[in-house]
């Protein structure tokens, strides 16, 4: 009885994977197998023991690069890595990089000792001006500066005198001409405002 049950099964067994094979006879799958395995069979009969062993060093490089990468969280690093690729800032990362690396290549050594010298330099009248008050004085400065406008005044009036003077005519020359020229209130004005610039620095300068 259980060899009839067991022959039974068999049968069923055949019959089914007659059916499986017929599928892939008829899909082309069968035919794509062969192909595959020919082509393992070739790929395994030309390598060497020297290639085999290369194979397997890089897979295992391979494994050991992907467990480190895993490790170390760079995970979280890519959509970073993304925005810089999206809006064009790696790629200025990387020409900055270049323009770095020539101008290192392009640097002697007696030119690396003096930018050296310098950046020491700066920093000491860096450290000399903030240890003694004077960079919070120009900051104040500067910041008065800003909100009065008297730099941008400044620029704008030496631009305006500079347009001017090239199409005024030259002066006459001479006490005629000079008098002229003092009797002008804007010559007068400007006398003054200098008297006082000179009265305001004499005053700071006089100051215990």
């Known amino acids: 009885m259980a060899a009839i049950i067991s ?22 799958d069968l035919e794509r197998i062969v192909h595959l395995a020919r082509l393992a069979g070739a790929a395994q009969d030309s390598m060497s023991d ?5 194979l397997a060093g890089l897979a295992s490089d391979g494994l050991d690069l ?13 959509p970073t890595l993304s925005a810089l690729v999206e809006n064009g800032d790696l790629e200025r990362i990387v020409h ?6 020539a101008a290192q290549d392009s640097m002697s050594d007696e030119m690396v000792t003096r930018m050296a ?8 009248l860096l450290d000399r001006a903030t240890r003694t008050g004077v ?11 800003d909100q009065e406008h008297i730099l941008t005044d400044f620029l704008c009036c030496l631009a305006g005198a500079t347009e001017e003077t090239a199409h ?14 003092m009797k002008q209130p804007e010559t007068q004005q400007t006398i003054q405002f200098l008297m006082l610039l000179g009265k305001h620095f004499r005053s700071c300068r006089l100051k215990p």
């Open 50 to 54: 020297e290639i085999v062993g290369r």
């Open 135 to 145: 960079m919070d004085r120009l900051l104040a400065v500067a910041e008065k500066m």
């Open 66 to 78: 992907l467990d480190r990468v895993n490790r170390s969280q760079i995970v979280h690093a890519l």
């Open 117 to 124: 010298g310098m950046a020491s330099d700066a920093m000491c």
């Open 96 to 101: 900055l990089a270049r323009m770095v690396g």
């Open 168 to 181: 005024t005519p030259a002066p006459k020359g001479g006490i005629s001409g000079l008098w002229d020229l």
């Open 7 to 28: 022959e039974a099964t068999h049968e069923e067994s055949l019959s089914k994977a007659q059916e499986a094979l017929t599928r892939l006879v008829e899909n082309g």
